[in-house]
């Protein structure tokens, strides 16, 4: 198969016609990542010496799913996300798979924010920030690639209908204060495509652990789906509490979890003091689930 060199992303070519298929996604998506200088951080950028020429993700691991999915449809539920989601074809009415992408942070930086249980590492801001703006690239890349081998694709959080904010709570037996989410949720769509399930600080434990970043794309092209070998949404999660003596707002409870108004008060601290950047991270390094599916405990 040719392969032809663009400033952004990779045509394939099979037969004298673009063409593309799962491999050459995930192919496309880990070269990225593998070689972007995006992926390191710069000198001038440098929080501290130790973080000179830092990388920030190792490979990357993929999930497909389906546009038509019942469970989209489940996630506008106020008991979820809530009416303004907005499903995979309602961003593409053309589309036919969702791709997720979960970036796992390198053990450098999972281990520098594990030490300190006060405020986040330098590395571990570089992460949050410099880390989203490299996801940014990567997904503009995906984009354009997939466009490129001739079918329509976007990022919809990289779109101009996409919105972040606080929606009131509908349910106020559940939750007296706002309710922080987006219209387009990386970790619900990370779980719909078979890359893992929730925990009790409210992350996604990927087979690869917490510790990461999403991003995704919906695209017109027809991939293989990959099916959810789970039927629970915290079925990764023990429940063993190790994330609730980790956070130092003590924003985590059990059954209830994160409590997103403590946790977004403090991270307004860590941002006061790093401007511009902002993070926190301590409720997903130093406990079973930082890099892998946790063992169930044996009770």
């Known amino acids: ?170 349910d106020k037996k559940k939750d007296s204060g706002s309710r922080f989410t987006s219209n387009w949720s990386e970790r619900h769509v990370a779980y719909a495509c078979g890359l893992g399930t929730f925990g009790l600080s409210k992350g996604l434990i990927t087979k690869r652990g917490m510790a990461g970043r999403f991003g995704s794309v919906v695209t017109q092209l027809d991939l293989s789906k990959d099916a959810r070998s789970y039927k629970d949404v915290y079925e990764y999660c023990t429940m063993c509490g190790a994330c609730k003596s980790r956070c130092p707002e003590g924003a985590i409870s059990a059954p209830e979890g994160k409590q997103l108004a403590l946790c977004s008060s403090f991270l307004d601290k860590v941002g006061e003091r790093n401007n511009p950047r902002y993070g926190c991270g301590k409720c997903q390094v130093g406990v079973p689930c930082t890099s892998e599916i946790p063992a169930k405990l044996n009770i």
């Open 1 to 170: 198969m040719e392969l032809e060199t663009l400033s952004l992303g990779y045509v394939f070519w099979r037969n004298g016609e673009t063409y593309m298929n799962k491999e050459d996604v995930i192919k496309v998506v880990q070269d990225f990542t593998i070689n972007s200088p995006g992926n390191y951080i710069s000198k001038d950028v440098a929080m501290s010496l130790d973080c000179i020429d830092m990388k920030i993700y190792e490979a990357p691991i993929l999930g497909f799913g389906a546009v038509d999915d019942e469970i989209y449809q489940g996630y506008k539920s106020d008991d979820v996300i809530g009416s303004h989601f907005l499903e995979p074809t309602e961003w593409l009415p053309s589309a036919k798979t969702v791709i997720s992408i979960f970036y796992p942070y390198t053990e450098k930086i999972k281990r520098a924010n594990s030490l300190d249980k006060t405020w986040p590492a330098s590395e571990w801001l570089h992460g949050r920030f410099e880390g989203q703006q490299f996801i940014v690239l990567a997904l503009e890349n995906l984009v354009v690639t997939i466009t490129k081998a001739g079918f329509e694709t976007i990022a919809p959080s990289l779109d101009k209908r996409y919105n972040t904010g606080s929606h009131k709570d509908k």
